[in-house]
């Protein structure tokens, strides 16, 4: 029987820390900008975004270990038939076996925690994927950032399903003030991240490159692939990845790799052993409430767990809708009648 969602506190991982961009003056942002192509100088706003911290882009002395050598024993399966429902390319090497290794050894609780988590924001996520047409494995993108934690945060402040930075997130139109920090919605903060994803991709011809991109930033990828001479032909850009791997900050280096062993193993779970009921995703309806509305007085109102109110709305980081104007909030399905009946009207 699969435990319903509500009755517990959400679960945050122990996440690794990821490099930051510590904030820089715009002629340091100049220099960084020279020799880089004009569409990336494009595409990303020119020096505004980027001066802001598109997620990393310069180096960090933050390295990550390089990963153990695979378990021995393991089998990694045929993932040819990944290659015809997705885009993006299902590459087996050996840094992606060095992961598949780890997840199945010294971090597979951590992994089937993980597993877990997937059925809260899975299905929303695979949805938009699909409706945007993009790879339904960038899922695990946001399985590697954060484990699927909206509570996530990382040590530079990355923050969320999707590790945003503040000024990415902005960018990217999110709120994040003193109420609300839009991070940390899972709905919002996945639309704004494949945004950015689509963007990534549409100027590097690779999700390779754009997760790579995502992850520490385009100008550190334009700079890299620029001193490889560039993309050569049409059809090379995924390979490019992994010619500038080495050029590469180390985190960003295994980013790819275990994006592609996340997947391996979660989309062929049961070969791997792994047998786990993942959490219910939350149903929800929307009401808008009055400014400063607590959400413990919504859940007395529901005669519902405070902490169940918390979870359906992370990015209400006070506890309560911003003063001033109406706000909505997100309450079990079936409830607004209730709430509405509770709370003056808007």
Do not use: C
């Not at 695979?70 to 299902?90: A, C, F, K, N």
């Not at 808008?288 to 980081?317: F, K, Q, Y």
């Amino acid at each position: 029987m699969t435990p319903d969602p509500s009755s517990r506190e959400p679960r945050s991982p122990r996440l690794p820390g990821r490099p930051g961009v510590p904030g820089g003056s715009p002629n340091g942002t100049e220099r960084a900008l020279r020799g880089i192509p004009r569409p990336v100088r494009r595409v990303f706003g020119g020096t505004a975004i980027l001066a802001a911290g598109l997620v990393a882009v310069a180096a960090t002395a933050e390295r990550t270990p390089e990963p153990p050598a695979p378990t021995p024993g393991i089998s990694v399966p045929d993932v040819s038939h990944l290659l015809g429902e997705t885009r993006l390319p299902i590459e087996v090497n050996a840094r992606v076996e060095r992961w598949i290794g780890r997840f199945l050894g010294p971090d597979r609780e951590t992994f089937e925690h993980y597993l877990v988590r997937e059925g809260l924001y899975g299905g929303m996520v695979r949805q938009k994927l699909r409706a945007r047409d993009m790879p339904e494995q960038l899922l695990y993108l946001a399985m590697i950032e954060s484990g699927f934690s909206s509570s996530a945060t990382s040590p530079v402040a990355a923050a969320g399903l999707w590790q945003f930075l503040g000024a990415t997130a902005r960018a990217y139109g999110l709120s994040v003030d003193g109420w609300v920090d839009e991070r940390r919605d899972p709905v919002r903060a996945t639309d704004a991240a494949l945004d950015y994803l689509e963007e990534l991709h549409a100027e590097f011809g690779s999700w390779y490159l754009a997760a790579a991109a995502y992850n520490a930033g385009p100008v550190r990828v334009a700079s890299a692939l620029s001193r490889a001479g560039g993309i050569a032909e049409e059809g090379d850009a995924e390979a490019m990845y992994w010619k500038i791997i080495g050029d590469l900050p180390q985190e960003t280096r295994e980013f790819v790799p275990k994006i592609l062993a996340a997947a391996i193993l979660a989309e062929q779970a049961e070969h791997f052993g792994f047998d786990v009921e993942p959490d219910l995703p939350y149903l929800f309806d929307q009401v808008l409430v009055p400014g400063g509305t607590s959400l413990r007085r919504v859940a007395e109102a529901l005669d519902a767990s405070p902490s169940l109110l918390r979870e359906l709305n992370p990015h209400l980081i006070r506890g309560a809708t911003p003063p001033g104007r109406s706000f909505p909030i997100r309450i079990p399905l079936g409830e607004s009648h209730r709430v509405l009946a509770a709370l003056p009207r808007t």
